[in-house]
């Protein structure tokens, strides 16, 4: 049982550029979301899902694009990177938003 | 608007004494009540929950509060320990399938 697990762990970009972070849980997890954290801001719902098929916007989800095609998986795209969008990553899985959720590692992302 | 937010931003404690971290909410309809530590350079990680019908729960070492009438959450660590030292987040949701909103944090720093 691995848990959530992210990839990259760490990634540099160009402005401009696209990539996926990915994001993969092997607890049957019905609720997904995807956070980012910034220094002094706290943890920000950029967006998450209550089952495949099903995803919503969080607090901060211009520039990225989400899909839930299976129960384990929850990419989270960037489209066009910018440097705004320098911060850590966190993606995180539980039963629903009111039951314990379980953090991936992060991914530390810079656009330059 | 509805938000979650931290009194301080730092706490030091002198190692073996309790420590008590306080959260304020603003959202009246906040039905669950998270507490999660996050170590430097992990993910956040559970801590403990409660749920709008108690007031009062504990775990190991740790005791959560929940005042509804003045909307406020504390996190009381007993016999502080180095281990510990982290930033405190704490987070509410409106109930089942409702996202769950973070406060910024607050480091907790023990002093040997």
């Known amino acids: 049982n691995a848990g959530v697990t992210q990839t990259p762990k760490f990634q540099v970009l160009k402005t401009g550029q696209s990539m996926t972070l990915q994001c993969a849980q092997d607890m049957n997890h019905e609720y997904m979301s995807w956070y980012r954290q910034d220094p002094g801001m706290g943890l920000r719902l950029i967006h998450y899902?209550?089952?495949?098929?099903?995803?919503d916007q969080g607090e901060v989800p211009n520039g990225y694009n989400v899909s839930r095609s299976t129960t384990e998986d929850f990419p989270l795209r960037l489209l066009s990177a910018a440097p705004s969008q320098t911060s850590v990553y966190f993606c995180?899985?539980?039963?629903?938003?009111?039951?314990?959720?379980?953090f991936g590692p992060g991914t530390r992302l810079t656009v330059t | 608007g509805e938000s979650v937010g931290l009194h301080l931003p730092t706490l030091s404690v002198q190692e073996g004494d309790n420590s008590i971290i306080n959260c304020a909410y603003s959202n009246s309809a906040s039905d669950y009540f998270i507490w999660y530590k996050q170590e430097s350079g992990k993910g956040p990680q559970f801590i403990i929950d409660i749920r709008s019908n108690m007031d009062k729960r504990q775990g190991q070492r740790v005791t959560v509060l929940l005042n509804k009438t003045v909307k406020h959450l504390s996190l009381q660590i007993a016999a502080t320990q180095p281990g510990d030292s982290a930033v405190y987040f704490c987070?509410?949701?409106?109930?089942?399938?409702?996202?769950?909103?973070f406060g910024k944090g607050i480091t907790l720093s023990v002093r040997p």
């Open positions: 995180a899985s539980s039963y629903s938003p009111t039951y314990e959720q379980y």
């Open positions: 899902s209550v089952g495949a098929g099903i995803t």
């Open positions: 987070a509410e949701s409106p109930g089942a399938n409702s996202k769950l909103t």
